[in-house]
Structure formats: structure tokens, C-alpha cells
Nanobody
Framework: QVQLVESGGGLVQAGESLRLSCAVSGNIFSIYVMGWYRQPPGKQREWVATIASSGSANYADSVKGRFTISRDNAKNTGYLQMTSLKPEDTAVYYC?????????????WGQGTQVTVAS
């Protein structure tokens, strides 16, 4: 069984920071690409950041320079460090895993964790 559990969400004020964690079970984390997506209220899910097993990372323009995605393969855990949070960052944040092959879809998703940024 492969399971992803996000944690670290909560209510913060604009300008503050928050660190999300994604704990993965199933012994497949180290060879999968990990991504963070978010779904703001009333909107579709949108891509936030992606990190390959090598540590190579990419970010959506909306979070570039503010968010940092990372992973600890030895701990089977991924992270999303969020700084300078804005009200528009308010969303349910999801961690997902996909294969590194081009065009691969996400195979696994966590349950999501709520991030609310007050103005």
C-alpha cells in the first residue's frame, strides 16, 4: 500500500511562514517525482511545485521565490516551505507522486491539508 499523509497546515497571518510535510509509506518514494498542488476555494486544483528524486525542482510563477520544495528520501518525506504567505495562497494543499517518465500522471495523492492565510 502506498499512502501519503500531509500535515502542517493551519491558520496564519499574511507574511508569515508555514511548512507542510508529506509522509509517504509504501517504499516507492525515492524513485518517484513528488509534487505539491493546491485547490483554492471555488477554483480548480493548480500546480505549485515539483521535485525529482535527484532534487531538481520547478515552481509555479505564483509561488516562485516564496516557496521551497524539498525531499528527504531517507525519511520518505517531502516538504513545502512556504514564506511570505498571501491570502491568495489560501487553499487545500495536496502532495502527490508520479513516475519520472515524460507525460506521467500522478499515481498517488494525499488527503490534503488546509492552509488559510488571513489578511
Amino acid at each position: 500500500q502506498v499512502q501519503l499523509v500531509e500535515s502542517g497546515g493551519g491558520l496564519v497571518q499574511a507574511g508569515e511562514s508555514l511548512r507542510l510535510s508529506c509522509a509517504v509509506s509504501g517504499n516507492i518514494f525515492s524513485i518517484y517525482v513528488m509534487g505539491w498542488y493546491r485547490q483554492p476555494p471555488g477554483k480548480q486544483r493548480e500546480w505549485v511545485a515539483t521535485i525529482a528524486s535527484s532534487g531538481s525542482a520547478n515552481y509555479a510563477d505564483s509561488v516562485k521565490g516564496r516557496f521551497t520544495i524539498s525531499r528527504d528520501n531517507a525519511k520518505n518525506t517531502g516538504y513545502l516551505q512556504m514564506t511570505s504567505l498571501k491570502p491568495e495562497d489560501t487553499a487545500v494543499y495536496y502532495c502527490g507522486l508520479k513516475r519520472a517518465a515524460p507525460g506521467a500522471n500522478y499515481d498517488y495523492w494525499g488527503q490534503g491539508t488546509q492552509v488559510t492565510v488571513a489578511s
